[in-house]
């Protein structure tokens, strides 16, 4: 059974509130059908209500179970403008512009939905440029505690489930942050893991990776930072109480092959057996999830944003239906306890 489908018959028991940004986008409301049919939750497409409906007409969906709001005429709006000039009061984050004009645009009414609990988490980027997106969300949204870093991860599923977790890999950061410090590497590192497990309820298994594996004299700059990040991962992990098995600096191969673990005489719980990858820096990351979508076609889910303290996706514009469902699912189960998502039996060790 696929991640999705495992997190589906779980959140079926704990349904969530999804807002999609974009909502008159075909996708989306397709994405969206699926989503309220399958019982997951209450799908929330903001945009012009006619629209919408002329969409979904089109692709002959039905809209019940499904939420419309209109941010401008939206009964909430006063009331997230002066969320907006309360950020600007006190300076909590950069935010420009008229509170008025930014509380109807959809990017930011979606984020002040979440930040104040009138949804679970949101999807934006399917019809925007990710710094528009991107935006709103870091300036509306508050950070997890004891993390600096907002970075983003992408799901990988493959069907060979002998990589990472049952086939299942954690790539990050492939979206955010182009040329991370040791201390951002850190935190990125951390809060992957932390979502992995979430999702997962296994141990995350984190390879920082870099083109070499364990140098003993490293003469580049960016070798060291991955090995100075990987001990500041470990630190933080726990004094965040993350539970993970961190090691690095890693190549790929001896991060997901055993065989090539083996044979470059690299050990640890982590060589060979990784779930988690931390990339460099973004070229990396980005570089690597496209051809790995698009050579070995394989489905892929995000971009998930870490480091929030409620969840929220960035999507790429070039995402189909099934990805945005996907993702939908992800984050909405990123919504829901862990105690609650995967409970466990009585008299029972923790997973």
């Known amino acids: 059974m696929s991640l999705i489908s495992r997190l589906s018959a779980r959140l079926q028991n704990h349904p969530k509130r999804v807002v999609f940004a974009e909502g008159a986008d075909p996708r989306i409301i397709q994405a969206a059908r699926q989503f309220a049919t399958k019982k997951l939750g209450v799908p929330i497409l903001l945009g012009d209500r006619q629209r919408i409906k002329v969409n979904a007409a089109?692709?002959?969906?039905?809209?019940?179970?499904?939420?419309?709001?209109?941010?401008?005429?939206?009964?909430?709006?006063?009331?997230?403008?002066?969320?907006?000039?309360?950020i600007q009061r006190y300076g909590q984050t950069n935010v420009q512009?008229?509170?008025?004009?930014?509380?109807?645009?959809?990017n930011y009414f979606a984020c002040l939905m979440v930040a104040t609990g009138a949804a679970d988490a949101l999807i934006s980027g399917a019809t925007t440029h990710a710094a528009s997106g991107l935006r709103a969300?870091?300036?509306?949204?508050?950070r997890q505690a004891g993390v600096e870093t907002v970075s983003s991860m992408q799901i990988l599923?493959?069907?060979?489930?002998?990589?990472?977790?049952?086939g299942v890999l954690f790539l990050a950061d492939c979206g955010v942050i182009p040329e991370?410090?040791?201390?951002?590497?850190?935190?990125?590192?951390?809060?992957?893991?932390?979502?992995?497990?979430?999702?997962?309820?296994?141990?995350?298994?984190?390879?920082?990776?870099?083109?070499?594996?364990?140098?003993?004299?490293?003469?580049?700059a960016s070798v060291k930072k991955v090995q100075a990040a990987t001990e500041l991962a470990r630190r933080k992990?726990?004094?965040?109480?993350?539970?993970?098995?961190?090691?690095?600096?890693?190549?790929?191969?001896?991060?997901?092959?055993?065989?090539?673990?083996?044979?470059?005489?690299?050990?640890?719980?982590?060589?060979?057996?990784?779930?988690?990858?931390?990339?460099?820096d973004l070229n990396a990351g980005n570089i690597a999830s496209k051809m790995a979508?698009?050579?070995?076609?394989?489905?892929?889910?995000?971009q998930i944003l870490t480091g929030?303290?409620?969840?929220?996706?960035?999507?790429?514009?070039?995402?189909?239906?099934?990805?945005?469902?996907?993702?939908?699912?992800?984050?909405?189960?990123?919504?829901?306890?862990?105690?609650?998502?995967?409970?466990?039996?009585?008299?029972?060790?923790?997973?």
Not at 97 to 106: E, K, M, R, S, T
Not at 211 to 216: F, L, N, P, V
Not at 256 to 278: D, R, T
Not at 293 to 299: G, L, W
Request: hydrophobic share 40%; net charge negative.
């Open 58 to 86: 089109r692709l002959n969906i039905r809209l019940d179970d499904i939420r419309i709001i209109e941010p401008s005429r939206s009964d909430e709006l006063a009331s997230y403008v002066a969320k907006l000039e309360s």
């Open 97 to 106: 512009g008229n509170p008025q004009d930014l509380a109807q645009q959809p």
């Open 137 to 142: 969300i870091l300036q509306t949204m508050p």
């Open 157 to 166: 599923e493959s069907e060979e489930s002998k990589f990472g977790c049952n």
């Open 180 to 220: 991370p410090t040791a201390e951002q590497l850190a935190d990125i590192a951390v809060t992957t893991a932390g979502l992995a497990g979430h999702l997962t309820n296994t141990l995350p298994k984190v390879a920082m990776l870099a083109y070499s594996t364990h140098a003993a004299s490293p003469r580049l």
């Open 237 to 280: 992990a726990k004094e965040l109480n993350i539970v993970c098995d961190i090691d690095g600096e890693l190549q790929a191969d001896a991060a997901l092959s055993p065989f090539a673990a083996e044979s470059k005489e690299v050990s640890g719980s982590v060589a060979g057996k990784a779930s988690v990858l931390i990339f460099p």
């Open 293 to 302: 979508q698009f050579i070995a076609d394989i489905p892929a889910y995000g």
């Open 308 to 351: 929030l303290e409620r969840p929220a996706a960035e999507i790429s514009r070039g995402a189909s239906a099934h990805d945005i469902f996907g993702t939908a699912v992800i984050v909405a189960s990123q919504a829901v306890d862990r105690n609650y998502l995967y409970p466990k039996a009585p008299n029972t060790p923790n997973a």
